[in-house]
């Protein structure tokens, strides 16, 4: 049979086109209800955000970034998640871009059983009992190595640059990690520095690229590399130490004399979130102690939260390096506050790795 659309009335094309506009709009509309988180990969796992689900089933996605300069480079582009989660250092840059909105502390249930120490820090402050990032997570940057392979090292940072491991180490891919440590083991502030001092910088770095396998912020193909002895010394986080220990690989996490890099990351609120309700429920059930305690067993990381140390046995915290308060740490490490110089650095980072 032939089919003339010049026959079909003209009511019923509207009529069809209506309802294809209503299905679409609702379509839309369910797509909106949905959180979208922006984070480091391991993050995402309903573990730390059991309550939230319960209450919002299948009510967040979350898309991955490799580190906080891809995160921002990704939202500053146009990218708009409604929560996302970088480290302290960054938030100031996030914030002078005008990406950010306040979050109102008054709706943060657990506020005040996070720790002093990060509830406070300066760049955080929005002003009226505000702050532009909700601390949720803080951790270590050190030495992983095979104590099999290397046997008694000086513990220091000297390490990744001792040329009898040449082509057996790997460091970070992060300008808030390698130069930093760079920058210790030239004598200078990593956190502001004068373009002499950034030459300093740049020549340790040059000193030490021959000396590697890779730049990487692949973690989970760092601990295979160091599983297998491919490397036998690498730059990581707690949790690649937590998961080789548990693997029985002898590894030690160490202590350098200069300072582990501590950090601090956590929830940001984009200026432009549509779902705003659901961006504080969603902190919230982050903060809650059974989140906090499975990023502590689980990642070997420490949580914000007072009471999820409370809820982890002294021993098992002895074994991961963690004391119960962050504070007691802090007083021998190094901690990553923001850069003056960021993105000069990061030009002469890649500048080094490119062999330039």
């Not at 809650?288 to 046995?313: H, N, R, W």
Request: hydrophobic fraction near 40%; proline fraction near 6%; charged fraction near 25%.
């Amino acid at each position: 049979m032939a089919f003339d659309l010049k026959s079909i009335n003209r009511k019923t094309v509207q009529a069809g086109l209506a309802a294809f506009a209503l299905a679409l709009s609702s379509t839309v509309a369910f797509a909106a209800d949905k959180l979208q988180y922006f984070t480091w990969s391991g993050y995402e796992l309903p573990d730390f955000n059991k309550s939230f689900l319960v209450a919002h089933p299948d009510g967040v996605e979350a898309s991955m970034f490799g580190d906080d300069d891809d995160a921002f480079t990704k939202v500053k582009a146009g990218f708009r998640p409604d929560v996302a989660h970088p480290c302290y250092d960054k938030v100031a840059r996030w914030n002078k871009e005008g990406l950010l909105q306040p979050i109102d502390t008054k709706r943060i249930k657990n506020w005040d059983s996070i720790f002093p120490v990060f509830r406070n820090l300066p760049d955080l402050q929005a002003g009226d009992g505000k702050v532009w990032m909700v601390p949720w997570d803080w951790g270590n940057t050190s030495i992983l190595y095979r104590t099999d392979l290397v046997k008694n090292p000086e513990p220091s940072w000297n390490l990744l640059w001792d040329k009898q491991y040449a082509g057996r180490m790997a460091t970070i891919d992060a300008v808030h990690d390698t130069p930093v440590v760079a920058a210790l083991l030239a004598g200078v502030n990593p956190f502001d520095m004068t373009p002499e001092q950034m030459h300093k910088v740049a020549e340790k770095l040059r000193e030490q690229r021959p000396l590697l396998s890779n730049y990487t912020t692949d973690m989970t193909s760092v601990e295979q590399a160091l599983a297998s002895g491919q490397l036998v010394a690498a730059m990581t986080w707690n949790a690649s130490a937590t998961s080789l220990k548990k693997q029985g690989v002898p590894v030690e996490f160490m202590k350098p004399k200069e300072g582990m890099l501590t950090w601090s990351c956590g929830f940001v609120m984009l200026k432009d979130a549509k779902n705003v309700d659901l961006a504080y429920d969603f902190i919230n059930s982050r903060l809650e102690t059974d989140s906090g305690k499975y990023l502590i067993q689980a990642y070997g990381y420490g949580s914000s939260t007072s009471s999820a140390f409370a809820a982890v046995p002294k021993e098992e915290l002895e074994k991961l390096q963690l004391p119960s308060d962050p504070e007691v740490m802090l007083k021998t490490t190094v901690f990553t506050g923001p850069m003056k110089q960021n993105d000069e650095l990061a030009k002469m980072f890649e500048k080094v790795k490119a062999g330039g």
